[in-house]
Structures are given as structure tokens and as C-alpha cells.
């Protein structure tokens, strides 16, 4: 039997399997080459077929050369849409579902099988040197784009992974530190994303992390990979390892581990044939691992067997709506003409016939992608300063100010650039100054020092801003940049992260107002490095991080701790303004405090059915634009317990949407939040639980910016624990079966605060033992027996 890579007729799985034999199936089980599965050949017939992968995940990036896992000889050309950070900015499902189509075809047509990405490791500490690859620091934003993204590269008929499986938030020691994290802190942050992705969008695989978890490397964990992965979420597909990440070949694949990459020429194959004719391991396993392979190259067949081709022209106007799209407009503050001083107005969007001017090497030589596995070739490059000339038909006016590495050479001076840089923006009415994080600073491999622009820059735009008032500053960076120090001196200021090819397009389009601004922060802006949850635990020594703030991550901490931020998590402002109201509410409290402790002013609709696990909200506002042009409002829905028995954050991103409205015009939003959204993972019982009472559900456009609130009281499940004698005095008093029982027996204590409190931590045991309280050992096990029993 024979099967041509390029046939479009299925692979028959079962009977291949069978046929096999056991060298033949753990050859399988790791690649030919660095970008190839391994294929089966038997007596110069093609058994099984060897299929190509290829990095993500914003390009494919498919090498010319196979074994040049550096990519130091380069890719095909593709097109480099923004980086995950980027299109995170637009909060929008649909148009990520746009780019992971045109991925998808791009794949297609370069004969990949499956596109390595998209990453939803969740951004603990912006100093994380791979962040401009990763969504946000929240879960629910980070899981809803990566599955809109999978299921756009998969309906073309190419698979995606979903990496990296799991608490991979650091490229400091990347390849050996063990993240000590807790369970409850996994699954609330650190694992919703993937198991939203898994979940809902099917991915053909899933790609383990170089790291431990607990001690444990995430590539060898069977908890993770078949009893979360598999058992719990369903997950049908293939594992496949981070390049170079397997330590114990059999261990991993005894875990759940299918497919090891890159090639080791033959060794791990021997090492598992020799497991198994050992006795170490049951070749039902290899079975089930190479089923895994063939079903992945059986799903891969169609697509290889007709890759067609791709628009190159239409995937690029795509880049530059996305990368419109994730631009964030964090200031835009009124200012004064230098030749009109009687009107003050918002500096952006550019005047038409405005005496504009331009500084800035990386308006000229762009920072569009970050390094590492996901750097792409292009097939076209937009720089800023080219497409704000065509905007305003003019040859308008350039300083470099600085020099990049990968700028054009230039012999002046640093304060020779400046002064050409000064001149040139004092003959200007305004100008737009762009700066941003080099290249160097930041990239697969290694993490951020810090969050700082370089000094020459900051230099560069004080001495641009004293010259001429009406500054505008574009930033380009794939990751946090702290905007202290000089913010204050600058009147608009706009996140263009690392857009992709057609990036320096899509900032000159919101900048002259060509598509109005619309991008939300996915990640908190704070004032200092020190103020961010995961300083001092970061990046970890001695092959050890603490994640110590727990579930406290992002803007849960900086909320939390009512931390003043730079910008907030979900900020982004517009050329035209939003309110939201709605006049029928059934369960309604007024909220005042909350946000940046501002009085809440208008009221939402909720309404509460069901209870415990089946208990759902739904939540109702209408927005309205209010201003003189089109818009798009990303509206948030938050939720908090206040009153829970374990600490749980001030708000928690829960649902959102995106509305475009036209001036004038209003729209009633629903979203529904389920029992999951109002559930936490209890670290005793060890499942999900929704805890009866009081929940807060605020609507807003930002962590910080809420502009309604509603109190719900939602029908908890019974979360009663199971009684011990380890179990405390208050605990068992709050039992409701071993409460009534036990009161009689510690009345004596009960009359004495002073004593009372002292005993309420105090395990029934040792009570007991004490003689505290009118029961021995043989009492409380008949306690604590009864009380069970009962629940």
C-alpha cells in the first residue's frame, strides 16, 4: 500500500497502525528534521508521508533552508500581519478571525500542514521578552481572540498550535526554571485560555512549554497532558513538543506527549522501542501516540493535495486594517495654536493642510515584528513617514533625531541629530515624533532590564517639545513601555506596537483620522516597574520562580491594591466620545467607588436565573455615541465577589464586545455570563464553585472607566467541606450538621470571647486532647462521622 503526499484521498489510520511495526511506529514519534514529521517508507513505497510545519504565529514563516532553526537564512516571503500584542489591541473576533484565515491560506499555499501558534501565555510581568507574541495579561481576552484566530487558520484546512502548554511567562532560564505556582492560581489565570481554545476551536495540536511546573517539566506531566488536557477539556488532538524541550523521551510519552521535535536522529525512537521490549513501557502507548501522528497527517492530505495560492495584495490591505485597528490612542489632550491662540482642541486627528513635520528613525525605518521563531519576510514593508507623505501630498519635513542598527548610516553627532530634529519641528505647526524600544530589547530567548525608551530619545523629545508645544508620539514597541518621567509634557500619545509590514500604513491612517481609533489596552501601562504584581518574583533564581501574587495578575493587582496606573487595562479613547444608559433594570443596586472611584451614573439591566452550576446573568446596556463621528466602542463586563471565603479580585474581565455606531446613534448590548464566569476554583474541593450572595457585574470602558454597575444575588451551591478532626473550631461550628452538635460542648468556652476567639483556629484534636471543651477523640469521631454522613 502506498499513499502520495499529494493525494486527495484520506489516510486509512487503523489499518496503517496495524501494519506497522514497532520501530517503525516510534519512528513516528519524533521528526525527520527540524520543520518535518517523519515519514514511514517500506521497500521504496511511501507508507506514511512526512508533513511540514512552520512558526507563527502573526506570518508563516516557512525557512529555506530545513534545518536552519535560527532562521538565519531567511523564510519564504509571507505577510507579516501584526504581532499578538497588536491585534490584541483590537479587541475584535472577527477581524482575528480575518488574519487567521488569510494565515491559514498562506500556510496552504506554501504546502504547510500545521502553523505553530498562536501563544496565549498570559503576560505576568511586562519585562517577559516574548510578550509582543502573547495576547494580554487577562485570560478571557487572550482565549477569545486565540479562538477566533484557530478557527480561521483551521477552515482552510491547516492545523494550528496552541502553545505553550503551560505557565510559560518568561524567556529568563526559559528552558529549565520551574514556575512554583498554585493549582488555583493555574486554573484561574494560567489555563483558561488554552482550555477556552481547546474547548471551542478544536485545535489540531497543542504545543507543551520548555518549563517545569512544581518541579515537574511541562513535556512529562501527565496531570497536565491527559488528565487536564485530555480528560478534563476533551482534547482530541496531537501533543507536540517546544523544539528541544523533551528531557526523558519515554516519560514524556508515558505523559501524553505524541510527537518530539525537532529530529534526533533515531536515538529517542530506539530509547521507546527499547522501553517496550523491556518491559518499561506498553506498546499500547506508542500505539496511541503514533494514531495521534497519523491522524494529524491524515487530517493534513487535503489541504497539501491542493495548496492554492494566495492574494498578496488583498493580505496586505488586510495588515493595515488590523494594524489600524490595534493602534490605542491613550492621550489626546486640547491644546492651543502656536498661530491661533483662542482655540484649544485635541491635537489629533491631524488638520488637513496642517504644517506638519516628522521626527524619528523609525518613521522611516520601521520596528514592525519582534525576533525569534516568529520573525517573517515580508512580502512588502509600509514605512510611517512614506504613507503620512502620501496622505498629505507633500514631501513633508524628516529628522532622523537618532539612529537604529537597522537604520540608514549616519555620521553626525547625537547632538548634531537633535539640533536638525529642533530646527525642523520649529518650523512646523505640529509634529508627530516616533520612538520606541530597539530591536535588541526585546526578543525570543532573553527578557526586558527594563521599561524604559533610551535615553537618547527621551532627550530627543524634550528638546522637539520645548521648540514646539504640539507634539504628537508614536510608540513602537511589542511590549510595555513605561511613559513616566516625560508623558506629561506631550499632549497625544499613541501605541502603535509592532504592526506588522503594513504597520507604518495603519498608525498614518488613525493619525490622520482616516479610520478612527479604536484600540483598547490589553495589558496595564503602570508608572513603575516596582508597582507591577510580579516584582521581586521575577524572573526567579536558582531554576525557581514564585508566582506569589497568586491570582493577583495585571490589573487584578493594581485594582486590588488601588494602585494609581500610567494607563489602565482596556483604556483607549476615541476621535468621538461614548455613554451608556438603559432605563429598565429588574435587579438594580446603585454603585458608587468603583473604577478610579468614580460615582457610577448610569444603570444596567441584569437578570439572574438558574443557581450553583446552571446560575446565569445576563447583562443588558445600551451605548451611544455621542460625538460628531463614526465610532467603536469596546464595551467590558467585569465581575467581583466581595464576600468570598477565599480572596478573589475587585473585578475580573468576564465578557466583552465590540460596537461600532454611527454619530447619534445607540445599540443595546447583551452578553451572557454563565456560572463559570462566577465561579472560582476551590483549592480544597478542587472544582469550580459558585458561591451564593452578592456579585458585582460592572460595564465600562476600562478597568478603571466603568460606567454602570449592578448588585445580583446569585443561589450558590452547597460548598460545605468535609469534616476532620484537623478541621478548626470555627469550622466545624459553621458546619451545618456538626455546628449544632458541637455547641453544647464548647458553651463553656463560648462565654469567654477572650477564649472563644483563641480556640477558633485551634484544630478539634488538639481541643480535644486539651480538655477545652466537653469532648475527647472518641466524641469527636463520632462527630465528625455523623456530619459526613449527613452531607
Known amino acids: 500500500m502506498t499513499l502520495d503526499q499529494n493525494a486527495s484521498r484520506t489516510l486509512d489510520v487503523e489499518h496503517l497502525l496495524a501494519r506497522l511495526t514497532l520501530a517503525e511506529k516510534a519512528s513516528l514519534l519524533s521528526g525527520a528534521g527540524v520543520w518535518t514529521t517523519q515519514p514511514v517508507e517500506r521497500d521504496g513505497e511511501t507508507w506514511v508521508p512526512g508533513v511540514a510545519v512552520a512558526d507563527g504565529p502573526h506570518g508563516v514563516r516557512k525557512h529555506v533552508i530545513e534545518g536552519d532553526h535560527l532562521g538565519l537564512a531567511g523564510a519564504v516571503p509571507a505577510t507579516c500581519f501584526p504581532t499578538a500584542a497588536a491585534l490584541a489591541s483590537s479587541w475584535d473576533r472577527d477581524l482575528v478571525g480575518r488574519v487567521g484565515e488569510a494565515l491559514g491560506r498562506e500556510a496552504r499555499a506554501n504546502e504547510v500542514a500545521v502553523l505553530l501558534g498562536p501563544g496565549v501565555n498570559i503576560k505576568r510581568s511586562p519585562l517577559c521578552g ?121 516519560a514524556a510519552l508515558a505523559a501524553g506527549l505524541d510527537l518530539e521535535m525537532p529530529a534526533t536522529g533515531g536515538r529517542t525512537a530506539a530509547e521507546v522501542v527499547a522501553a517496550v521490549t523491556g518491559g518499561a513501557l506498553d506498546e499500547a502507548v506508542v500505539d496511541r501516540a503514533a494514531r495521534r501522528v497519523l491522524r494529524l497527517v491524515e487530517r493534513s492530505v487535503p489541504a497539501l493535495g491542493a495548496p492554492g495560492t494566495f492574494d498578496v495584495g488583498a493580505h496586505h490591505a488586510l495588515a493595515r486594517v488590523a494594524a489600524a485597528a490595534g493602534v490605542v490612542l491613550l492621550k489626546n489632550d486640547p491644546v492651543l495654536a502656536a498661530d491661533d491662540q483662542a482655540v484649544a482642541a485635541p491635537l489629533l486627528p491631524l488638520a488637513a493642510g496642517d504644517r506638519l513635520a516628522v521626527v524619528g528613525e523609525l518613521a522611516r525605518t520601521p520596528r514592525y515584528q519582534g525576533a525569534g521563531s516568529s520573525q517573517v519576510t515580508p512580502t512588502r514593508l509600509d514605512d510611517a513617514l512614506t504613507a503620512l507623505r502620501d496622505a498629505a501630498g507633500a514631501d513633508l519635513p524628516f529628522a532622523p533625531g537618532y539612529t537604529v542598527a537597522e537604520g540608514p548610516a549616519d555620521e553626525r553627532t547625537p547632538d548634531a541629530l537633535v539640533a536638525e530634529a529642533v530646527d525642523v519641528a520649529s518650523a512646523a505647526r505640529t509634529v508627530v515624533v516616533f520612538l520606541g524600544l530597539p530591536a535588541a530589547d526585546e526578543a525570543e530567548g532573553y527578557d526586558r532590564e527594563h521599561l524604559d525608551l533610551p535615553a537618547d530619545q527621551v532627550a530627543l523629545l524634550r528638546a522637539v517639545a520645548a521648540a514646539n508645544p504640539r507634539v504628537v508620539v508614536v510608540l513602537a514597541g511589542g511590549s510595555v513601555i513605561s511613559v513616566s518621567g516625560w508623558q506629561d509634557e506631550i499632549p497625544a500619545l499613541v501605541l502603535g506596537w509592532l504592526g506588522g509590514q503594513a504597520g507604518g500604513s495603519g498608525v498614518a491612517d488613525v493619525l490622520t483620522g482616516a479610520v478612527e481609533p479604536s484600540g483598547r489596552l490589553p495589558e496595564t501601562i503602570p508608572l513603575r516597574l516596582e508597582d507591577n504584581p510580579s516584582y521581586g518574583n521575577f524572573p526567579g533564581e536558582l531554576g525557581r520562580v514564585r508566582y506569589g501574587e497568586g491570582v493577583l495578575v495585571g490589573y487584578r493587582w493594581y485594582d486590588a491594591r488601588r494602585t494609581d496606573v500610567a494607563y489602565p487595562f482596556g483604556h483607549g479613547l476615541s476621535y468621538t466620545s461614548f455613554a451608556y444608559d438603559d432605563v429598565r433594570a429588574r435587579v438594580l443596586s446603585r454603585v458608587t467607588g468603583s473604577g478610579a472611584d468614580a460615582t457610577v451614573r448610569a444603570r444596567v439591566l441584569s437578570r439572574v436565573t438558574g443557581s450553583g452550576a ?75 464553585v459558585v458561591e451564593g450572595g452578592e456579585f458585582v457585574v460592572e460595564v465600562g470602558s476600562s478597568s478603571r472607566d466603568v460606567r454602570a454597575a449592578v448588585v445580583v444575588d446569585v443561589a450558590g451551591e452547597d460548598v460545605t467541606l468535609p469534616l476532620h478532626e484537623l478541621s478548626t473550631l470555627a469550622e466545624a461550628l459553621a458546619h451545618p450538621v456538626a ?46 462521622q455523623a456530619a459526613n454522613a449527613a452531607g
Open 614 to 688: 446552571e446560575a446565569t446573568v445576563r447583562v443588558q446596556a445600551r451605548v451611544t455615541n455621542t460625538g460628531a463621528r463614526a465610532g467603536a466602542e469596546v464595551v467590558q463586563v467585569y465581575v467581583g465577589d466581595p464576600d468570598s471565603q477565599v480572596q478573589r479580585p475587585v473585578r475580573e474581565l468576564k465578557a466583552f464586545t465590540r460596537v461600532e455606531l454611527a454619530p447619534g446613534a445607540s445599540q443595546v448590548v447583551t452578553l451572557d455570563l454563565d456560572a463559570r464566569d462566577l465561579s472560582y476554583w476551590h483549592p480544597v474541593l478542587r472544582r469550580w
Open 739 to 784: 455546628g449544632p452538635l458541637l455547641q453544647p460542648a464548647v458553651d463553656g468556652v463560648s462565654a469567654d470571647p477572650v477564649a472563644l476567639a483563641m480556640a477558633a483556629d485551634m484544630p478539634l484534636v488538639v481541643i480535644a486532647d486539651l480538655g477545652l471543651a466537653g469532648f475527647d477523640r472518641r466524641t469527636l469521631a463520632q462527630l465528625v
Open 130 to 250: 516574548r510578550n509582543f507574541e502573547y495576547f494580554s495579561e487577562d485570560p478571557v481576552l487572550s482565549g477569545e481572540l486565540a479562538v477566533a484566530l484557530v478557527e480561521g487558520i483551521q477552515s482552510q484546512g491547516v492545523g494550528a498550535a496552541l502553545k505553550h502548554l503551560a505557565a510559560n511567562n518568561q524567556e529568563s532560564d526559559r528552558m529549565r526554571v520551574s514556575a512554583e505556582v498554585d493549582e488555583r492560581t493555574l486554573r484561574e489565570i494560567y489555563l483558561p485560555a488554552f482550555e477556552r481554545v481547546v474547548t471551542r476551536a478544536r485545535p489540531w495540536t497543542v504545543m507543551c512549554s520548555y518549563n517545569r511546573i512544581n518541579g515537574t517539566y511541562t513535556g512529562q506531566d501527565p496531570w497536565l497532558l491527559t488528565e487536564v488536557l485530555r480528560d478534563e477539556w476533551g482534547f482530541d488532538g496531537l501533543v507536540v513538543s517546544d523544539w528541544g524541550a523533551v528531557r526523558d523521551r519515554v
